[in-house]
């Protein structure tokens, strides 16, 4: 069983997966989409570029926000075996 | 001239260097233990280290390699920001807290915290050395690059300050002292390129014909005869022989001397030539520029320029943080490009020519050659590109020197609360990153031959004191990265390889000293790669340590928090399978055969060049197959 701690992480981390797999997906499949300008006169390559940086302060800012200080780690890591 | 060595420069520059040695020494007396000078005792205040994270992981790769591809490509070079930032993620949500709870030391502790395995530690120190060397080779590339222009001095003098100033500083006080020069120079980079992109703002774009020496390119037109000979007034155009023939480019003479241009032919048939740069290296070693030999007088012309503004403006005046973005999407700015050209003499030529090209396109990816692939019908092409994301992705959280700095705060909240601080630095700098290369591209002061030296000179172009504070900047970026790489590799080879080789325990006083050995050691062997590898861009340097550190570490970390049935024999596998398998991946690619051995490309035998979206999960697997091959009998699990 996982820390409290380390399970946010871990959902924090798939939304995060997501919006880079994204990302990287639209830039390889289909390249002429991050030329459109949906607003401002910017196009989306940066847009989302700005987005993936941006969005991975405020999401490390909830994992903080949310975390237990106190938390102890149960068998995160102990099932290893030598 | 682009270069003129100022004595402000000098003096600003020794200044920085002066300051952060004599942090050094001064700190060198709290660090005597082997606990001080691996971990800081572990001590360090979380703010401060997260700090020294931003100061630590924004290497020359970040500041000169990143800035440099987007002054000369565009925005490709921001697929490096948004991949290495992405890093921290895996690093925060995954990685921080464990490994501050798992190891005291080295990488290799925490992965061999349940085993006590000398196969782990082997593995596991023989990979920290092998990406940190791979990552010390960009950074020391880097300071000679820095080097060069500022004091006058060769390449290799450049590595060499830099090789013994960090020797100096790690063998004086190890991580306590490395700590706060990467402190002070995350703080130092971020506050200067934050003023760097304010003044760029308040400048906005201007139409020039040229550089910032005053200095106009000339466009002509060509007529072409019924022959095929071309003819251009007030010019004798030259016969073109040997390569020069199959090239575009033209040669004419006037009375000024002899010119290389670049044809340009449109869709009604008119010819256009734009006047290009030539570096030619003599048999006996001489260096001609444009035909005569160089000198202060006849040198590059700086370059980067906007051609076109949106409604045939000449100046946009002070942009926005926005407008900054849609005024060169609508404006069309001069790119140079590079072709080497065979003489008949057996010399070769390089060609540096200009190439229009709108904003639209500069502002999307795919221009430079190395992310071409995402526009091409080929697959292998495009999973080369998801290859190099997934790499900068998994490769931050699996940086030795990166990973040993969560030793040095108290507890895994410390740990949590610094890489937050550090993931708020990274990614600010990172948005500079963007307005940076693209100012630097319209700045008028590029030297077509450096990419490297983007953010510095678009400092000079500014102002000559902020030249030499960002130059001095991007040194102390350099030591302190340098630094904290050659203290992680002097941890793995004092802790790890030498309990394990010398098969006893070392004491405390040993161990800082095979530490301090191993950083001369390191230190030498970084300065004679960084000669070697002067000519290579160091971002994509540091793509291919990117790479190796997450093939060889990433699987073992996640594997061994999240899988029950890892073994000891799993962990050893996937570490040396993970970091062979890269490295020979590297070596043999067409990137390498081509930049390294100068050989044919399509003679590599792997089908794309970065090896991350195979080596990485063949890590996984690799350790998913030994572990379950073996685990331990069910006697010894109930004893």
Same mark, same amino acid.
């Given at each position: 069983?996982?820390?409290?701690?380390?399970?946010?992480?871990?959902?924090?981390?798939?939304?995060?997966?997501?919006?880079?797999?994204?990302?990287?997906?639209?830039?390889?499949?289909?390249?002429?989409?991050?030329?459109?300008?949906?607003?401002?006169?910017?196009?989306?390559?940066? *847009?989302?570029?700005?987005?993936?940086?941006?969005?991975?302060?405020?999401?490390?800012?909830?994992?903080?926000?949310?975390?237990?200080?106190?938390?102890?780690?149960?068998?995160?890591?102990?099932?290893?075996?030598? | 001239?682009?270069?003129?060595?100022?004595?402000?420069?000098?003096?600003?520059?020794?200044?920085?260097?002066?300051?952060?040695?004599?942090?050094?020494?001064?700190?060198?007396?709290?660090?005597?233990?082997?606990?001080?000078?691996?971990?800081?005792?572990?001590?360090?205040?979380?703010?401060?280290?997260?700090?020294?994270?931003?100061?630590?992981?924004?290497?020359?790769?970040?500041?000169?390699?990143?800035?440099?591809?987007?002054?000369?490509?565009?925005?490709?070079?921001?697929?490096? =920001?948004?991949?290495?930032?992405?890093?921290?993620?895996? #690093?925060?949500?995954?990685?921080?807290?464990?490994?501050?709870?798992?190891?005291?030391?080295?990488?290799?502790?925490?992965?061999?915290?349940?085993?006590?395995?000398?196969?782990?530690?082997?593995?596991?120190?023989?990979?920290?050395?092998?990406?940190?060397?791979?990552?010390?080779?960009?950074?020391?590339?880097?300071?000679?690059?820095?080097?060069?222009?500022?004091?006058?001095?060769?390449?290799?003098?450049?590595?060499?300050?830099?090789?013994?100033?960090?020797?100096?500083?790690?063998?004086?006080?190890?991580?306590?002292?490395?700590?706060?020069?990467?402190?002070?120079?995350?703080?130092?980079?971020?506050?200067?390129?934050?003023?760097?992109?304010?003044?760029?703002?308040?400048?906005?774009?201007?139409?020039?014909?040229?550089?910032?020496?005053?200095?106009?390119?000339?466009?002509?037109?060509?007529?072409?005869?019924?022959?095929?000979?071309?003819?251009?007034?007030?010019?004798?155009?030259?016969?073109?022989?040997?390569?020069?023939?199959?090239?575009?480019?033209?040669?004419?003479?006037?009375?000024?001397?002899?010119?290389?241009?670049?044809?340009?032919?449109?869709?009604?048939?008119?010819?256009?030539?734009?006047?290009?740069?030539?570096?030619?290296?003599?048999?006996?070693?001489?260096?001609?520029?444009?035909?005569?030999?160089?000198?202060?007088?006849?040198?590059?012309?700086?370059?980067?320029?906007?051609?076109?503004?949106?409604?045939?403006?000449? =100046? @946009?005046?002070?942009?926005?943080?926005?407008?900054?973005? @849609?005024?060169?999407?609508?404006?069309?700015?001069?790119? *140079?490009?590079?072709?080497?050209?065979?003489?008949?003499?057996?010399?070769?030529?390089?060609?540096?020519?200009?190439?229009?090209?709108?904003?639209?396109?500069?502002?999307?990816?795919?221009?430079?050659?190395?992310?071409?692939?995402?526009?091409?019908?080929?697959?292998?092409?495009?999973?080369?590109?998801?290859?190099?994301?997934?790499?900068?992705?998994?490769?931050?959280?699996?940086?030795?020197?990166?990973?040993?700095?969560?030793?040095?705060?108290?507890?895994?909240?410390?740990?949590?609360?610094?890489?937050?601080?550090?993931?708020?630095?990274?990614?600010?700098?990172?948005?500079?990153?963007?307005?940076?290369?693209?100012?630097?591209?319209? @700045?008028?002061?590029?030297?077509?031959?450096?990419?490297?030296?983007?953010?510095?000179?678009?400092?000079?172009?500014?102002?000559?004191?902020?030249?030499?504070?960002?130059? #001095?900047?991007?040194?102390?970026?350099?030591?302190?990265?340098?630094?904290?790489?050659?203290?992680?590799?002097?941890?793995?080879?004092?802790?790890?390889?030498?309990?394990?080789?010398?098969?006893?325990?070392?004491?405390?006083?040993?161990?800082?000293?095979?530490?301090?050995?191993?950083?001369?050691?390191?230190?030498?062997?970084?300065?004679?790669?960084?000669?070697?590898?002067?000519?290579?861009?160091?971002?994509?340097?540091?793509? *291919?340590?990117?790479?190796?550190?997450?093939?060889?570490?990433?699987?073992?970390?996640?594997?061994?928090?999240?899988?029950?049935?890892?073994?000891?024999?799993?962990?050893?596998?996937?570490?040396?399978?993970?970091?062979?398998?890269?490295?020979?991946?590297?070596?043999?690619?067409?990137?390498?055969?081509?930049?390294?051995?100068?050989?044919?490309?399509?003679?590599?035998?792997?089908?794309?060049?970065?090896?991350?979206?195979?080596?990485?999960?063949?890590?996984?697997?690799?350790?998913?197959?030994?572990?379950?091959?073996?685990?331990?009998?069910?006697?010894?699990?109930?004893?």
């Amino acid at each position: 069983m996982q820390s409290r701690n380390a399970r946010i992480g871990l959902k924090l981390f798939c939304v995060y997966l997501l919006l880079y797999g994204g990302f990287v997906g639209i830039n390889t499949f289909s390249p002429a989409t991050m030329e459109k300008t949906p607003f401002a006169g910017v196009n989306l390559a940066i *847009w989302y570029g700005m987005l993936l940086i941006i969005g991975a302060f405020v999401l490390a800012l909830v994992y903080g926000l949310v975390c237990d200080p106190h938390d102890a780690p149960e068998d995160q890591e102990g099932g290893a075996k030598g | 001239m682009i270069y003129e060595t100022s004595t402000l420069a000098i003096v600003i520059f020794f200044a920085f260097v002066a300051f952060t040695l004599g942090l050094s020494f001064y700190l060198g007396g709290k660090a005597k233990s082997s606990a001080g000078y691996f971990a800081a005792h572990g001590q360090i205040p979380w703010f401060v280290n997260g700090v020294a994270f931003a100061g630590d992981y924004l290497s020359a790769a970040s500041f000169l390699g990143i800035c440099g591809m987007i002054a000369f490509s565009g925005y490709d070079g921001f697929l490096y =920001s948004i991949g290495f930032l992405a890093g921290w993620i895996v #690093a925060l949500f995954v990685i921080a807290e464990p490994m501050k709870r798992l190891g005291k030391f080295t990488f290799a502790d925490a992965l061999d915290a349940k085993f006590q395995s000398r196969g782990v530690k082997l593995a596991a120190g023989i990979s920290t050395l092998a990406v940190s060397i791979f990552y010390l080779i960009p950074q020391m590339v880097g300071a000679g690059v820095l080097v060069q222009p500022l004091l006058g001095f060769p390449h290799w003098v450049g590595v060499v300050i830099v090789g013994s100033v960090v020797i100096l500083i790690v063998v004086t006080a190890g991580m306590v002292s490395t700590t706060w020069v990467q402190f002070l120079k995350g703080s130092l980079l971020v506050i200067f390129s934050t003023v760097l992109v304010a003044m760029l703002l308040t400048r906005g774009f201007d139409v020039t014909e040229g550089g910032n020496d005053g200095y106009a390119f000339k466009t002509l037109t060509a007529t072409q005869a019924e022959d095929g000979s071309l003819s251009v007034e007030g010019y004798q155009v030259i016969p073109s022989k040997g390569e020069w023939n199959d090239s575009s480019f033209v040669q004419l003479s006037s009375s000024a001397g002899m010119m290389v241009f670049s044809k340009e032919v449109n869709a009604e048939g008119q010819i256009t030539l734009h006047e290009a740069q030539t570096v030619t290296i003599t048999e006996d070693g001489e260096k001609l520029i444009n035909g005569k030999p160089q000198s202060k007088e006849n040198d590059l012309h700086p370059v980067g320029r906007v051609s076109k503004l949106p409604g045939d403006k000449k =100046s @946009s005046g002070p942009v926005g943080l926005l407008s900054f973005f @849609s005024i060169l999407q609508e404006s069309e700015v001069v790119l *140079w490009r590079n072709e080497k050209v065979k003489n008949e003499d057996g010399t070769s030529t390089t060609v540096y020519y200009q190439k229009p090209t709108a904003g639209s396109r500069v502002l999307r990816p795919g221009e430079h050659p190395k992310f071409a692939g995402i526009r091409s019908d080929k697959f292998s092409d495009k999973l080369n590109f998801i290859s190099l994301m997934l790499a900068l992705f998994c490769g931050t959280a699996s940086l030795p020197h990166i990973l040993i700095r969560y030793y040095t705060v108290k507890d895994g909240a410390s740990a949590r609360k610094s890489t937050i601080v550090g993931i708020a630095s990274i990614g600010f700098f990172y948005v500079l990153t963007l307005y940076m290369g693209l100012g630097a591209m319209t @700045s008028g002061a590029m030297d077509v031959t450096n990419s490297n030296m983007a953010a510095p000179l678009l400092a000079k172009s500014m102002e000559n004191w902020l030249f030499a504070v960002i130059s #001095a900047i991007a040194f102390t970026t350099v030591l302190g990265t340098v630094s904290g790489l050659i203290l992680a590799s002097a941890g793995a080879v004092a802790h790890d390889l030498a309990g394990v080789l010398l098969k006893e325990k070392l004491d405390d006083a040993q161990l800082v000293r095979v530490a301090k050995i191993t950083s001369v050691v390191v230190g030498a062997i970084a300065i004679v790669l960084g000669i070697l590898f002067e000519k290579m861009n160091v971002g994509f340097l540091v793509g *291919w340590a990117f790479s190796v550190a997450a093939s060889a570490n990433l699987p073992s970390l996640v594997m061994l928090l999240f899988w029950k049935k890892t073994t000891k024999q799993g962990i050893t596998a996937a570490v040396l399978v993970g970091m062979i398998s890269s490295l020979a991946w590297i070596l043999l690619s067409g990137d390498t055969f081509k930049s390294v051995y100068g050989i044919d490309p399509t003679t590599s035998p792997v089908p794309f060049d970065q090896p991350g979206i195979v080596t990485i999960p063949l890590g996984f697997v690799t350790l998913w197959v030994v572990s379950l091959m073996t685990q331990p009998k069910e006697k010894q699990l109930i004893a």
